[in-house]
């Protein structure tokens, strides 16, 4: 009974996830299925898709989907009309990928900016905030954290699965010593087993990016 539970606690943090570019209608249908099955988080898919995942879903899990995804180097206005135009289509939460290039050369004040008029857009609505930890010095990861905490977004998060690599548990015990109070931690990116996704939550993160944690359950 004790594994079940542990089972389903992370099933419940876990935004199953596909956001493969050649991710069909059909596809992404089965990934709606599979979360009301097992009571995912949310489902977090293209953003082409989350109107018809929206009706389909109709209430019964959140769906999620991605902004700027997955390079982050588009304009800031660019970001915020994916985003308005993502809520009005039925999302319920926004994964934003900064401008990782801005931060690299210190331009701190546009990625603070920058996150500030996307929660502003969300609203009341989740603002998850990817960093793409591969990509960045424990310096710059920490100066993210506390850039996070400031812009008021809800997560930050790990990273988009795209790039050279995905979540660690080092980086998940950095976000928790440097984030503020109000912010959660999303890992993302590479989490394979049920041993690892059950740690990142006890090191913690308190929602999972995956496709594999479903997968595994339902053998």
């Known amino acids: 009974m004790e594994e079940k539970m542990d089972i389903n606690a992370i099933l419940s943090s876990c935004d199953h996830t596909l956001l493969l570019q ?5 596809e992404i249908r089965v990934i709606c299925d599979d979360a009301k099955t097992y009571k995912t988080a949310s489902v977090c ?5 989350v109107k018809k995942a929206y009706e389909y879903l109709a209430g019964q899990i959140p769906v999620c989907t991605v902004i700027g995804f997955p390079n982050g180097n588009s304009t800031t206005e660019t970001k915020v009309f994916e985003t ?6 039925g999302a319920d939460e926004i994964d934003m990928v900064i401008n990782i290039g801005m931060l690299k050369a210190g331009e701190y004040d546009y990625v603070l900016d ?10 009341s609505h989740i603002l998850k905030v990817i960093i793409e930890t591969c990509l960045l010095t424990d310096e710059e990861k920490i100066k993210m954290c506390e850039i996070v905490t400031q812009a008021g977004a809800d997560f930050i998060k790990t990273s988009t699965g795209f790039s050279t690599g995905g979540a660690t548990f080092s ?3 950095l976000f928790a010593k440097h984030i503020g109070e109000n912010v959660r931690i999303k890992a993302a990116g590479g989490i394979s087993s049920l041993e690892d996704a ?3 939550l006890q090191l913690g993160a308190s929602r999972l990016g995956t496709s594999r944690v479903v997968k595994l ?3």
Do not use: H, M, Q, S
């Open 45 to 49: 898919i293209p953003p082409c898709y």
């Open 114 to 123: 920058e996150i500030k008029r996307i929660k502003e857009a969300c609203g």
């Open 198 to 200: 059950k740690k990142f």
């Open 171 to 173: 980086d998940v015990e």
């Open 217 to 219: 359950v339902k053998g």
């Open 84 to 89: 308005k135009d993502a809520l009005k289509n």
């Open 22 to 26: 050649d991710a069909t209608w059909d």
